[in-house]
């Protein structure tokens, strides 16, 4: 691929898509060309947010949105290779566990994992001890990648995500059938 050319994860139109930007092109343009540009009350994230991974402590993501002047290079795309558009500007996040259920603000652009390691430090679980445990979306039910983004999980003008963390359920594997070895005769 030629070295001007940048691959681009784009989020915000359902499934993100893989997208060829020019290193150079500033990211309005970015985002016109692909009809993604955010409407009033939306905004654009550049990377991942790590901020409750590294200071859980903190209430909530401190992670500003893109400068949309800026060039594909100068926001660093060829390393964070991650743009979220239509996005909220945080999302409420609660986790439901042993009657408690602390709350923090993420950026849209934080992961599952993210939150999963936040809700693990602020529930003070042990990290051996919390080894097996997931989140799983209320009411739906569904445990989502950790490798997902939280604005990923938004239906349209929706801000808040609610997760129950419980036991990941790990089948040990289904008993297979095994056909006999040959000249085996079962007994009759």
Not at 28 to 46: I, Q, S, T
Not at 103 to 130: C, E, M, Q, Y
Not at 176 to 183: E, V, W
Request: charged content about 25%; some cysteine; proline content about 7%.
């Amino acid at each position: 691929m030629n070295s001007n050319i940048v691959e681009v994860f784009l989020h915000g139109t359902g499934r993100p898509v893989v997208i060829a930007a020019e290193a150079d092109e500033v990211l309005r343009d970015f985002l016109a060309r692909n009809d993604a540009l955010p409407r009033d009350g939306e905004f654009v994230y550049v990377g991942e947010s790590r901020q409750a991974r590294d200071n859980p402590d903190l209430g909530e993501d401190e992670h500003l949105p893109a400068d949309l002047d800026l060039t594909i290079v100068q926001l660093e795309l060829p390393s964070k290779r991650h743009v979220h558009t239509h996005a909220v500007h945080s999302i409420r996040v609660t986790v439901e566990f042993n009657a408690q259920t602390p709350t923090r603000r993420f950026s849209p652009n934080a992961t599952v994992d993210t939150v999963l390691v936040w809700a693990k430090h602020r529930l003070n679980i042990d990290p051996v001890a919390g080894a097996d445990l997931v989140l799983e979306l209320v009411p739906s039910a569904e445990i989502p990648r950790m490798d997902e983004y939280l604005g990923d999980l938004l239906s349209a003008g929706q801000h808040e995500l609610k997760f129950k963390l419980v036991k990941e359920v790990n089948p040990q594997g289904a008993c297979a059938l095994i056909p006999p070895r040959s000249g085996y005769s079962s007994p009759t």
